[in-house]
C-alpha cells in the first residue's frame, strides 16, 4: 500500500469518526476531549505526509500508525460514548484497511488490540455485561474473523501481483537478453562475414553433401559468376568444379585436410584457370555439422608470368644458341671449304687422302653439333619405358673408348625404366667429360648401385676435377671451360635424367677427381 | 745420295730466307688447313694454344701470326696486347668464328692487320697474307 492511499484512508477515517461523534449519544459538543482526539488524530496524518514512503512502508511504523488509529477511534468512541451507536463498525473499516496495508502478523495483531479494546469499550459502557451477551460472544470474534479473512485475503492477493510483476518483470529481462543475444550474433556473423569477404583469397565451404554454404567474392571471381549462383547449391551440379569437389569429398571422407595442391578448374565463362588449392576438412565433434572449406588461390597471372619467364628464357637460349651454332659451324665450314679447295690443287694422293678425311670430320663435326641441338631443344618426351640393362648398356659405350682404363663393378642387372638411345647420349656424355679431363693414368670407375626404387651409376674419374665456380654452371647450356666442347653435353645429361625422372649428383675436387651420381628409376620386377 | 746433299741444303738455305708464319689455332684441322695452303711460299709454325703461341713468337722471330680469339689457357686478345706489350709488332690477322668480336678487337688492339671472320677464304687469307708481307 503506498503512502497516498494510506493518508487517503486514514482521512476518511478522520472524517468517518469526526461524523460518529457528531451523531452519537452526546452529540456533538464543542468541550468535548474527543476533539482533541480529532485533531490529533489529523496531526498524525499530517506527520505521515512528511515521512518517506520507504521509512513509512517498514512494518513496524506501519503498525505503529494503524495501532494509533485503534486508539484514537477507541478513545473517540470512549468520550462521545458511541458505543451505543453504530460506531463499533468504524472498527471493521480500520481492521479491513489494516489488514490490506500490513502482512498477516501486524494484522493479527491489530485484530487482537482492536477486539481488546472493543470489548473493554462494551464493558465500559455496560457495567456488569454477561460474556456470553450477544455484543461481546458474536463480535469481537466477528471482528477477528474479519481481520483473519481480510488480511490472508490481501497477502494473495499481494503474492498473486507480486508474482504477476515479477513475471512481468523477468519477461522483460528475458526479452531484453535475445535482443542483446541477437545483436551481438549479429555483430559476430557480419564480423566473420567480413572477415570471409575481405580474404584475398577465394574462400568456398560445403556441407557433407556438397551444398555450398559460403563463398566469398573472390571464389565468386575466380569461378567467373556470383556468390548468389552459387550459395546454396550443390558443389557438384556445377560445370568445371569435379575435381575441386573430389578433392573436398576426399578430405572430409578421410577427415584430413589437403595442403598446396595445384588443380585446374573451368569456370562459368568456359576458361581453364589453374588453382593452387587446399582443402580442410570441418566437423565439430558437439554437432553433427560436417563439412569442408576449401581456399582457392588463382595461378593465372603466376602462370602467365612463369610462361613468359620461360619464353624469355627460351629466346635468351635461342640467342645463345644461334651464336654457338654459327662458331661451332664455321670451324668445320672453314676446313671442308678449305680443304676441298686445296683438294683440286694438289695431285698427291696421300695428301688428298688427308684432305678428305679431314673433310669427312668436319662434316661428321656438323652433324653431331646438329644432333646435339635436337636432343638438346627437343621438349620434354614422354619416355618409352623399356627395361634397359645398364651393364650391357656400359660395355657397349665403353668398347669403343681406348686410352682409358675402365672398370665396371657392382650390382647385377641393373635394369632401369627407360629409353636406350636416350641413356646411351646420358653415359657417353658423361664418359665423354670424363675422358677429357684426365690427362695422367686416366682410370674411370663405374660402379651400379641398388638403393628403394632407384638404380644408382656411379662414375668416378681421376680427372682435374671442376671448381666450385664451375660446379654453380655445370648443367647451365651453352657453358663451357673446353675450348672446343659444345657447352650443351651436361645439359643434355640434365635433360635426359629430367626426363627420366631421375636424379643426378656431382661431387668433385680439384685435382682430384670427378664422381658423378645418375638415379635411374628402377625397372618394374617383371 | 749424294747427289742430294746439295739440294738439301738449297732447301734449308731457301727456308732461311722464306718468310715465317705462326699459326695458332686450338683445333687441329684449322691449323693443318692453314699449314697446307700456306707452306709453298711461307715457313709455317704451328701453335696449339695462346700460351705456346706467346713462347713462340716471345723466342722466335715471325713475320706474320694468324691466330683465333677463343682459344684454352691464354685468350687471342691477351696474346696481342702481351705481345704489345713486350715491343712485338709483328702484324697479327686474326681469324674469328664470332664477328661481334670484330669491333672488340679493333678497338682494344693496335696493330691488328686484319680481322676475318670463319669459315674463310683460303684465296683471300693468301692474297692478304701476300699483300701484308708478300713473299
Known sequence: MNKRTILLLRFVL???????????????????PSYVVALLYFLTNLVLYFIPETKLSRPIITFSVFLSDIIAISLAIYFTQGMQTDFYLIYFLIIFIASVGQNIRGSILIAVVASALYGWLLVQSNPGISILDSAILIRVPFLFIVSLISSYWSVMMRKQLRSTKELEESAQKLQQEVARITAKETELRRYSETVIHSVASGVIAVRGDGTITTVNPEAARVLGTTQENLVDRKIETIKGLDTLWQKMKKAINTNKPFERLQISIINADDIIVPVGLSVS???????????????????????????KLKHAERLSYLGKMASWVAHEIRNPLTVIDGFSQLLTQTSNKEKMQTFSSEIHKATQRINHIIEDILTFSRTKTQVKSSSVNLWTLMKEITENI?????????????????????????????????????????KLI?????????????????GKGISKEDLKNLFTPFFTTKSRGTGLGL???????????????????????????????????? | MSTYEPMENLVKESEQLRKRILVCDDEESIRLLLNEALQDTYEVVEACDGREALRLATKEHFDLIIMDIKMPSVHGLEVIERLRARNNNTPIIVCSAYREMEDDIIIKTSNVAAFMVKPIDIKVLKTKVLELIGT
Not at chain 1, 478522520?14 to 468535548?32: E, F, N, P, Q, W
Not at chain 1, 680439384?510 to 628402377?522: H, I, Y
Open chain 1, 14 to 32: 478522520i472524517l468517518a469518526t469526526i461524523l460518529v461523534m457528531a451523531y452519537s449519544k452526546r452529540g456533538l459538543d464543542i468541550a468535548s
Open chain 1, 281 to 307: 576438412p570441418m566437423a565439430s565433434p558437439d554437432t553433427k555439422f560436417k563439412g569442408c572449406v576449401a581456399i582457392l588461390r588463382d595461378l593465372s597471372e603466376v602462370k602467365q608470368l612463369e610462361e
Open chain 1, 402 to 442: 681406348s686410352g682409358i682404363r675402365i672398370f665396371i663393378k657392382g650390382v647385377e642387372n641393373p635394369n632401369v625404366k627407360g629409353e636406350e638411345e636416350s641413356l646411351k647420349s646420358l653415359f657417353l656424355n658423361i664418359i665423354h667429360n670424363s675422358v677429357d679431363a684426365m690427362d695422367k693414368d686416366p
Open chain 1, 446 to 462: 663405374i660402379e651400379f648401385r641398388e638403393q628403394t626404387k632407384w638404380i644408382i651409376t656411379e662414375l668416378t674419374d681421376n
Open chain 1, 491 to 526: 645439359a643434355i645429361v640434365k635433360k635426359i635424367v629430367d626426363d627420366h625422372s631421375g636424379k643426378l649428383e656431382v661431387e668433385s675436387e680439384e685435382n682430384k677427381g670427378t664422381t658423378c651420381r645418375v638415379f635411374l628409376p628402377k625397372a618394374d620386377a617383371s
